[in-house]
């Protein structure tokens, strides 16, 4: 134990920040009560420091997830306040009609408020039952309960974009370190509020 001026020193935890491509039936959490492969089983050999997932992405999502140590940085991009963008890829059990197509750009009020989406349209080349989402919103299972709410189900949700990073040469189940770059660009995200 060192101390200076009666205050014990911490030594200075190495700030890791990776980024995942989560896979099915995985379960975003530190630790999960029933047991289940959680995000950092899949990490846990890699690393001495301890790193948590920033946001959730539930068991059946697959995608970007973002896990640290950096506790500021984790607070600042979970606050709603700085609107950070996360697109999704989502396959419906049935086409997507135009009409309800249109509700969701229009804004669909569920039980906890108005569901606020950024873009939403059919992904090129696809099917009607495949569509691409932008959402700034942190609610809990916002994508899946807008669809839910207009009586379809989804049967793939996979989050393709967050914060500015892809899932470009990132496999399914794997994790890599942020650059430097992609660090100082996190931090500049959550310093930017949406243009107009």
Do not use: W
């Not at 846990?44 to 950096?70: A, C, F, H, M």
């Not at 969701?104 to 009020?109: C, S, V, Y």
């Amino acid at each position: 134990m060192i101390t200076y001026k009666s205050e014990v020193l911490k030594k200075e935890e190495k700030l890791i920040y990776l980024l995942m491509n989560k896979p099915k039936n995985v379960i975003t959490s530190a630790d999960d009560e029933k047991g289940r492969r959680t995000v950092l089983d899949l990490i846990k050999d890699r690393y001495e420091e301890r790193v948590y997932p920033v946001g959730r992405l539930d068991r059946n999502t697959t995608g970007l997830l973002l896990l640290t140590n950096d506790g500021n940085l984790a607070k600042k991009l979970s606050h709603p306040s700085h609107l950070i963008k996360k697109v999704y890829h989502v396959e419906l059990d049935k086409p997507l009609v135009a009409a309800d197509l249109n509700r969701i750009r229009e804004g669909l009020t569920l039980e906890d408020g108005v569901a606020e989406v950024d873009s939403v349209d059919y992904i090129s080349g696809g099917k009607k039952n495949e569509v691409g989402v932008e959402i700034h919103s942190g609610k809990n299972r916002i994508v899946r309960r807008i669809f839910e709410s207009l009586g379809y189900e989804v049967v793939k949700l996979d989050r393709t974009y967050y914060a500015g990073l892809t899932k470009k040469d990132l496999p399914r189940g794997f994790a890599r370190e942020l650059d430097e770059k992609e660090i100082i660009m996190l931090r500049h995200f959550t310093n930017q509020r949406r243009e107009t």
